[in-house]
C-alpha cells in the first residue's frame, strides 16, 4: 500500500490526499483501552484486503497550523493494519452497515442507552 493516498471522500473533510505514516504496535487491551480511529484505507492485494486504520491529526488539517503546501494534506497515523479475505470484508461491511442502520432505528427512542450489539 502507498504511503501517499488520495482519500475518500467524507463528509465535511477538506483533506484530499493523506501522507501515511506507521505508528509502532504497542500492547493494549481492547477491553480497557478501545483503539480509536477517524479514518480507514482499504486496497486488495492478490486476494487479500488489507485496511488501515488509525487517525489523521488535527493539526495536520488546521489551516493556522500547517504550511500552505501541505493544506489538505492530512497526517494518516496507521495505528494498525487489518488484512482478510474477500469475504471477511463484506462481513465486516454488512456488519457495520447493520450497526448503523440499528443506530438510525434507534436514534430519538433510546437517548442515553447504553451500547448495545448486533
Known amino acids: 500500500m502507498s504511503d501517499n493516498e488520495t482519500a475518500s471522500r467524507q463528509e465535511g473533510t ?5 501522507e501515511k505514516r506507521i505508528i509502532p504496535h504497542e500492547y493494549s487491551d481492547p477491553v480497557v483501552e478501545p483503539l ?3 479514518f480507514a484505507h482499504g486496497a486488495f492485494f492478490g486476494e487479500d484486503v488489507y485496511l488501515d486504520v488509525g487517525v ?8 493556522d497550523k500547517v504550511d500552505k503546501d501541505k ?3 492530512g497526517d494518516f ?5 487489518l488484512v482478510m479475505s474477500k469475504r471477511t470484508a463484506i462481513a465486516l461491511r454488512d456488519q ?4 448503523l442502520g440499528h443506530k438510525v432505528r434507534l436514534e430519538g427512542s433510546q ?3 447504553h ?3 448486533t
Do not use: H, M, Y
Open 96 to 99: 457495520i452497515d447493520n450497526v
Open 14 to 18: 477538506i483533506i484530499t490526499r493523506v
Open 77 to 81: 497515523a496507521v495505528l494498525n493494519r
Open 71 to 73: 493544506i489538505g494534506v
Open 111 to 113: 437517548k442515553g442507552a
Open 56 to 63: 489523521v491529526t488535527l493539526e495536520s488539517v488546521d489551516p
Open 115 to 117: 451500547p448495545q450489539t
Open 36 to 38: 480509536f480511529i477517524n
